[in-house]
Structure formats: C-alpha cells, structure tokens
C-alpha cells in the first residue's frame, strides 16, 4: 500500500493506495513545518493514521493497519531541509512500516504535471514558485523571494496591487466602490490588516475570488495581463527553455487561466496545462494502476 500527500499550509489531501483501483481519500488542515511545531504536525499525522485504522478493512477482510503502508509520498509547503526532518519523523512513527519520502509541494507540482518528461512546472496560489524539471529531479529554481520581493502572479501579490490600485484610484469609480463595498472594509482596516496583524498575505490573497469575479472589466483584465506577463518575465523566462511547455498548479492558476495562457503566448512560451489541485496525477507518478477491461 502507498499513502500520497499534498500538502499547502491551508489544507493537505491524503489518498491511500488500497490495491487496484481503490483508493482512500482524506482532507485534513495545511502542514507546514517552517510554521507549524513538532506538537502540531504530530497531532494531524496522528489524527489520520487513527482514522485509517477505524474507517478501513483491507482487501482481506481483516482490521487495517498503519503497518500496512509500504511507502508514504509527502510533498509539502516548507518542507526545505532542515524543516522537512519534523515532517518524516511523524510520518516514520505513525507508519512504521512505510519508507518514507518527503520532498518539496514544487517538486509535487512537476511531476504532477510533467510526469517523467522534461518541463516547466509553476505555482500559482497564495504564493507562487516555478523550476525546470528533468523528468525525476528539479534542476534549476528561480527564487520566488515572497510576496514582498517576489511571488509575481501569486495571490498575495495580485490582492496586494489591487487593493493598492483600489485605493489609489487607479481603477475606474465604479470598481472601487464595488470593492470596498463587497468586502466591507475602509482605509484603516486595511492598513490595520496588512501592516498590524499576522499573515497579512493570507489576507491579501482574500481578495481574489472577487478579482475572479471581475476579470472581464477592462482595467482588471489589463491589470492581470501585466501581472502575469511579468511572472513569466522574472521567473520563467531565466530557464531559458522556450521550447518547453509551462505548466501550472494552484487555485490562482485555475481562476485565470484564460488570461494566463494569453500572458505566455505574448512572452512567447509554449502554454501547457493547468490543475487546481495535483494530488491525482502525483499518484499517478507513483502508482502503475492496472489498465480498464
């Protein structure tokens, strides 16, 4: 048996490989062990293993057990070396076992989407990141920096110029008011957000279900044509591979596809595919399933 996860600092999905087509599919909260503490990822790990063992039976018939699992598949936000350790020391107790790998949520992203052939793999959610993959390895990263430095494209950052263009009049009077008055916020709460309370980039990405809602205007469709022309500017175009397809992972990525396939066509990049969530096809990375009769 193979346990598969994804995982964001918002949410992580488990799907256990039970044999054949079966599987078994769990949601749980966001790990992240550059935020989260030794306690805390303990107690999600805990809480699904515990979960298996009373919700499943194997295909036998007998009682599951963790120590079933041969092979657990973590990709995660923030698991970098040395914050990773924490991560497969919680995994390696709860599934005994099970060798355990835990790599990168990029590394997920590229052979979710790449498979075992070479490409461009990206991140576009509340964050953004992207890297040239071989077919098994990434080889080349171009820095994300954050969402201050960096992290064009991203949630944050799209949440962050918008709202500043809101403020500053930059969009035509009647986006404004219809802004500030979906969200029911003013000038002070905002800066009260942003620059006095936590996670303000979480905040800020808050703001793209309603830019979703509007790309059509105009001025917001302009303005995400420039953003996105610009993430393919500094953090593609530095692999120096246009003959690869660029391909994407992430809910930002999925709500804007129409114009972000425009962006890579007049950066003059091969535009590739998009998946909102890649939890499917890093299985398919990893597990042969037998062919349909």
Sequence with gaps: ??????????????????????????????????RDDLASIQRVVGLVARGFESDLLLPSGAPFSTAAVDEVFFYGAGCIAPYSESVWCCLSDAFPQAK??????????????????????????????????????????????????????????LGRLFVGNVLKRQFHPALCRSFLKYHRLTLEEIIERVYRQPQ??????????????????????????????????????????????VNFVGGVAGAFEKILKEAAERERFIFGIVERSPIERICSYHIDLPAAE
């Design 1 to 34: 048996m193979k346990l598969i996860v994804d995982s964001g600092s918002t949410k992580t999905a488990w799907r256990l490989w039970l044999g054949g087509t079966r599987f078994h599919d769990v949601e749980t909260v966001g790990i992240n062990p550059v």
């Design 100 to 157: 355990v790998s835990v790599e990168s949520d990029l590394l997920g992203a590229a052979r979710a989407l790449c498979g075992r052939e070479e490409g461009i793999a990206c991140i576009l959610g509340t964050g953004s990141n992207s890297c040239l993959y071989d077919g098994e390895r990434i080889v080349e990263n171009v820095s994300p920096l954050g969402w201050i430095l960096g992290d064009e494209g991203s949630g944050a950052v």
């Design 200 to 245: 303000a980039n979480r905040f800020l990405a808050s703001f793209v279900p309603f830019i979703a809602n509007v790309q059509d205007d105009h001025d917001v469709r302009k303005f995400l044509l420039r953003e996105f022309r610009s993430f393919f500017k500094r953090n593609v175009a530095g692999y120096k591979r246009p003959d690869l397809p």
